[in-house]
């Protein structure tokens, strides 16, 4: 089955009021699913979601395409118009201007579905007269019939075997016209474009314009009353079938009583009054001992392809009206002449049972759900019907059918979210301590970045002002950072990369250093084994070169001396004598044992070579 009606899920808000009019339930919500889904196979086409949609997000298929490409493609086409046009069209003054107006369109013949009308409520009453103790549900109204074969098939023998309105006017215009024209309904009700499906031949409706659709092509193409002349419909003209819109007109269009005494007929319009006098008659028929006239709307006249908004009781007064003034001018020979040349086509029809009633699930499946929205000690037909459904155990079965979810039930839901607001004020006051303790924490931690940036600082200016080369470098041999006095040892090239590149971060130690000594880099940064006092020459200097780890792997530093700087010479001297008395003292006391005193002579003479050093030193500075 194709798909008649769909909800947009980009604008649906999941509202359930679809739900909520759905005769048939065929509109699914699973959950976790935040939109609403129709089942086309479930669906009856009454059009009750299109209606009730607050945010439009229901949607029809359009057929607008399809008609004009009819009209454009050189066939005669006929337009059969749907009685209950006079009430939606209540802004054309005079009809015969609004048959120029769809004329204009491309349509070569413009007809009424009023002589169908008034050729099946003489099949009808042909059906009535004939009553053998059957009772029998009208089929002019093809929701009804999609009804009944899905949801009551036990009822589709009782169906009137008599084909609707505008498939009788399809026949007749092909009779008047020929095999070969194309026939395009305009009609109130959407399921039209469903039903038309199931004829060929004379009665083939090629497709279906909806009294929306037709007003959206009058103003596509710029249609206006005021830009036209009188056109009267073609024939066969119609005669009471006018009133057909209104519930009880196509009775009075054959005079078929309605007398509470003597009448065989009741009838039923509007969607709860239909569900309930579908399921009465399925299980007390010869109670009632009628004959059903079905509508699902209240009246053609109030149809899903109308207009919304509009007032049934205006509408209504428009068909009559419009039925009034045709009748003052109806040439009543002609019409009885039209009726007898085509009351011998066939206008009987069969049903086709297409059961779509769902099996009952398990019964620990609906008490688990009635279980689970806290309503499993509910009476059996109670229920708030906020959901959609008459009852909260009939709820309970869609649920667990997977037609609905239990966000659904509004009680459950209500409850769910009182739960979850209590949560989510707890959460509210953890999160506000929370707050407090990490504005706290970032308090604390800004004291300890302005303490670390202050040290950075000082780091900084200490490693600038040392008089040895100081560098560190990443694992990949790119200086981290570096002190002044290791660029001035690398020379002018390194002081013009360090003008455009302050500290040389980034630089290539590999590039800035020879082989032997950026090998020492290397080594540290692999074994994580500190080389300290390594001297090597470099250019015309002898450095002194440490190299440790900073973090293993990954960051090592450097300090380099020049061992011919003078402060550094007299320095080293120092340091490497002073190292020398101590290996010796060790050694002498060591030995000290075996020699006696030789060791206190060592150490005076020792001292005395310092003392003489410095003694010396102080003597060059005060020359200078």
């Not at 007809?111 to 009808?124: K, Q």
């Not at 900084?460 to 694992?475: Q, W």
Request: one cysteine or more; charged letters at 25%.
């Amino acid at each position: 089955m194709s798909q008649l009606f769909k909800i947009n899920k980009e604008s649906c808000i999941n509202c359930y009021a679809c739900v909520r009019v759905c005769p048939v339930k065929a509109i699914e919500v699973k959950a976790g699913q935040n939109y609403a889904k129709i089942l086309p196979e479930r669906c009856i086409g009454c059009g009750s979601c299109l209606n009730i949609c607050p945010v439009n997000a229901v949607q029809y298929y359009s057929s607008k395409d399809e008609v004009k490409s009819l009209l454009s493609s050189g066939a005669k086409v006929a337009a059969i118009c749907a009685p209950s046009i006079s009430g939606e069209f209540a802004d054309i003054t005079d009809y015969r201007k609004f048959v120029e107006m769809i004329k204009s369109l491309g349509f070569t013949y413009v007809c009424e579905v009023t002589f169908g009308v008034d050729l099946i409520a003489r099949e009808y009453k042909k059906l009535f007269d004939n009553f053998k103790g059957k009772y029998f549900l009208t089929t002019t109204c093809p929701v009804v019939v999609s009804l009944v074969e899905k949801y009551h098939p036990d009822l589709v023998n009782n169906l009137a075997p008599i084909v609707s309105p505008m498939v009788a006017t399809a026949k007749a215009v092909h009779e008047t016209y020929g095999e070969d024209i194309k026939i395009v309904l305009i009609s109130p009700c959407i399921q039209n474009k469903e039903e038309i499906k199931m004829y060929e031949g004379d009665g083939k409706i090629d497709s279906v314009l909806s009294f929306v659709e037709l007003r959206e092509l009058f103003d596509e193409f710029n249609i206006k009353e005021s830009t036209f002349e009188y056109s009267e419909f073609d024939e066969p003209i119609g005669y009471k079938g006018s009133l057909y819109p209104v519930s009880r007109g196509i009775l009075q269009a054959v005079d078929i009583s309605e007398e509470l005494l003597t009448g065989l007929v009741i009838s039923v319009n509007g969607r709860d009054n239909l569900l309930q006098a579908v399921q009465q008659f399925e299980s007390s028929a010869e109670i009632i001992g009628r004959h059903l006239n079905l509508f699902y709307c209240e009246g053609c006249i109030m149809g899903p392809g109308t207009s919304k908004g509009g007032k049934k009781f205006i509408r209504r007064s428009m068909v009559v009206n419009y039925a009034k003034k045709r009748l003052k001018t109806f040439n009543q020979e002609t019409w009885e002449k039209h009726i007898e040349e085509l009351e011998r086509l066939d206008f009987s029809r069969t049903f086709t049972i297409d059961d779509q009633r769902l099996s009952a699930p398990p019964e620990e499946k609906i008490e688990e759900v009635l279980k689970v929205i806290d309503k499993e000690f509910i009476e059996k037909d109670s229920g708030c019907e906020a959901c959609g459904y008459p009852s909260c155990r009939d709820f309970a079965v869609a649920v667990a059918s997977g037609l609905a979810n239990t966000d659904m039930c509004l009680n459950y839901t209500l409850k769910n979210r009182q739960e979850y607001i209590k949560t989510l004020r707890a959460t509210n006051e953890k999160l506000a301590k929370t707050q407090d303790a990490l504005k706290e924490s970032e308090k604390k931690a800004r004291i300890e970045q302005d303490t670390a940036r202050e040290a950075s600082d000082t780091i900084t200016t200490m490693l600038k002002k040392l008089p040895s080369a100081v560098v560190i470098i990443d694992k990949k041999m790119k200086i981290v950072q570096s002190n002044q006095s290791f660029i001035d040892l690398l020379g002018d090239d390194a002081l013009e990369i360090n003008e455009i590149i302050p500290g040389l971060v980034g630089a290539d130690l590999k590039t800035l250093i020879p082989y032997n000594i950026h090998s020492l880099f290397s080594y540290v940064i692999q074994n994580n084994d500190d080389i300290l006092n390594r001297d090597i020459h470099y250019k015309e200097s002898l450095l002194n070169i440490s190299v440790f780890t900073i973090k293993k792997n990954s960051i090592v530093g450097a300090v380099i001396r020049d061992l011919y700087a003078p402060e550094v010479r007299k320095e080293e001297v120092l340091k490497r004598v002073t190292d020398v008395i101590d290996k010796n003292l060790a050694m002498v006391q060591k030995i000290g044992f075996l020699l006696g005193e030789g060791a206190s002579e060592t150490e005076q003479m020792l001292n005395s070579i310092i003392q003489a050093y410095k003694e010396g030193d102080k003597k060059t500075k005060s020359e200078k």
